[in-house]
């Protein structure tokens, strides 16, 4: 079947600290991949996308790159921002749904 | 254009109490999906639709009703609230080719 496993959270950084927040999944078929995220209050919105192998996705200096041999697509940014702070899900897709992870919850502190 | 709208944005129901959420979307796109989202257990599928007239059960079915009669609307039934259906519910649209999904802003719902 289709699962996600992502890094469990809270996780709390300091102003311009480097971010990963580790995703992999089993999925039959091969997915896209997807990052959404979520403030406070608000429904989930994308964040990044790859569609194949070795594909990276970026936004807002967030990356992540879909490795298939690893079945992983890790999320990264170099320097967090306080208005970074929101939860992160990883979803693979493979055409008939999305697979949510549990979310990692980010708090960026000043 | 709207795109994906949900209402209500609160409810409070008691036990054994009846209930539609609505779903509406305005760009014209097959797929649509009902999770519930809970702390510590990310979103879980509830009901999912491929197009109209078709639905189909997710990963947390129980208690939940669908229906698709028209591709804009995916409304959700809780035919009798039970305080474990006390969650933040989120419709979700996407056309089906593996581009990005679009969420509604959720329906906190609480059942005493």
């Known amino acids: 079947g289709n699962s996600v496993t992502q890094m469990e959270g809270p996780v709390t950084l300091s102003e311009e600290a480097f971010l990963t927040i580790n995703c992999t999944y089993t999925?039959?078929?091969?997915?896209?991949l997807f990052w959404y995220v979520q403030y406070p209050g608000e429904g989930l919105q994308l964040l990044l996308k790859a569609t194949k192998a070795d594909d990276k996705g970026s936004n807002k200096g967030f990356e992540a790159t879909y490795r298939k041999e690893t079945t992983s697509f890790h999320l990264e940014k170099g320097s967090v921002q306080v208005s970074d702070s929101a939860v992160y899900f990883c979803a693979p897709n493979t055409g008939n749904q999305f697979y949510f992870g549990t979310g990692t919850s980010l708090t960026v502190i000043p | 254009n709207a795109g994906v709208t949900q209402t209500p944005k609160f409810q409070v129901l008691k036990t054994g109490q009846s209930m539609t959420l609505q779903c509406a979307q305005d760009m014209n796109h097959e797929y649509m999906s009902w999770y519930r989202q809970d702390p510590g257990m990310g979103l879980r599928l509830i009901h999912y639709?491929?197009?109209?007239?078709?639905?189909d059960q997710g990963e947390v079915p129980n208690g939940y009703n669908v229906s698709r009669s028209t591709t804009e609307d995916f409304p959700l039934r809780l035919l009798s609230a039970a305080p474990s259906q006390t969650s933040v519910y989120f419709c979700a649209t996407w056309d089906g080719v593996i581009t990005e999904a679009f969420f509604g802003q959720g329906t906190r719902l609480t059942v005493v």
């Open positions: 999925a039959t078929g091969y997915p896209s």
């Open positions: 639709s491929v197009g109209a007239g078709i639905t």
